[in-house]
């Protein structure tokens, strides 16, 4: 399993995402993810919670250590009002385009059936701003420590 470089109070985010293609023993009296693949993540109050392929909610602070929260989540999690939820409970712009979507710089950023769409009014409002010719399935905005 690879090391995340140690920073204070920082998690890298490349390493968690390794962690969820991999899969990785849980810790804190979870099972073991293993090969139950996550195909929905979401960051929120310092923890990501990945729904995995067996509708499973995992959550790790760290990238090292996995927490199964159980449940039959068929749909992608967000994080909506302070809380988890499943992306078709968010009635914010988290759960717009079926939470396939990203907020950074002030702009809402969501993909949907290969089309890109971006508000920048908090929701109220979106603009298609580009169709894919290939299929596009997910956004995401990060920062990265110096």
């Known amino acids: 399993m690879l090391a995340p470089a140690r920073r ?11 962690a969820l293609l991999a899969g990785c023993s849980s810790g804190g009296g979870g099972g073991a993810r293993l090969t139950d693949a996550a195909r929905s ?8 919670v990945a729904r995995v392929d067996s509708n499973h ?3 790790t602070s760290s990238g090292e250590t996995w927490t199964d929260l159980g449940g039959a989540h068929a749909d992608d999690v967000v994080f909506c009002d ?3 939820v499943d992306a078709k409970a968010c009635a914010g712009p988290a759960g717009h385009d079926g939470g396939r979507v990203a907020f950074g710089a002030n702009v809402w950023v969501g993909i949907k059936n290969g089309k890109i769409e ?4 908090g929701g109220t409002t979106w603009k298609m701003v580009y169709t894919a010719s290939d299929a596009l399935e997910d956004v995401a905005f990060g920062d990265v420590a110096p």
Do not use: E, I, Y
């Open 41 to 48: 993540v979401a960051f929120g109050n310092g923890l990501w």
């Open 118 to 121: 971006r508000s920048q009014d």
């Open 8 to 18: 204070p109070q920082r998690t890298s985010v490349g390493f968690v995402v390794a």
């Open 82 to 84: 302070n809380q988890f």
């Open 57 to 59: 909610w995992w959550q």
